[in-house]
């Protein structure tokens, strides 16, 4: 899981980069390559776990799955109409067999209630699990990106410190260099004489 994770979280980061990398034209949109996003995305998507693949699955088969429950009960209920059909020919088992067609009627709708019902509630819980999953993922992503920005923010403290040392080192240098100079001139006045001649 953890390793999943790393892997999001780099591609996350690819997905920075490549905002970061955008044209922006007017500062509040970039503009970026269609097909490095979707590659990307499609990554990501490759490395969310299996529950969330699943999840998402699910919710795309959520309609086909009440269609084919419907289709399955019509069926029945068509089949049953026709077996009841059949039978009323026959004058002494009409009544039995109008009872036992509303019975297998009212038997096949509960069941497919009960299967619509079913596949509602899965949904339902695999769709929470993902959105939480996600919400798990965006959080790690800030606590990574804060982390980053403190990690940056410290480098950059560092290298001013540098910047402001190397500064304050060449100065000393200068002035070193320039009392050098001037001691050297008072020490040999023939030759700051013949110097200052040329």
Known sequence: MNAQKEV???L?????????KGFSPFGYFSVVKKDTVN???DRIYAALPEEVKE????????D??????QQKAEKIVADAQAEANRLLSESDLLRAVQR???KIKEQVISECDEIKRKAYEEADALRTQAADEANH????????AEQLFASLEQNLAQMQEIVKNCQVSLERNRM?????????????????QDFRMQ
């Open 176 to 192: 070193e260099n320039v009392d050098s100079a001037s001691n050297y001139a008072n020490q040999q006045p023939e030759y700051a």
């Open 64 to 69: 086909e799955l009440q269609y084919e429950a």
């Open 12 to 20: 996350m980061s690819d997905l920075e980069d490549a905002l970061d």
């Open 8 to 10: 999001i979280y780099g």
């Open 137 to 144: 993922i965006k959080e790690g992503a800030s606590v990574y």
């Open 39 to 41: 590659n990307i995305l």
């Open 55 to 62: 999840a998402r699955a699910l919710l795309r088969r959520k």
């Open 100 to 102: 036992e067609a509303e």
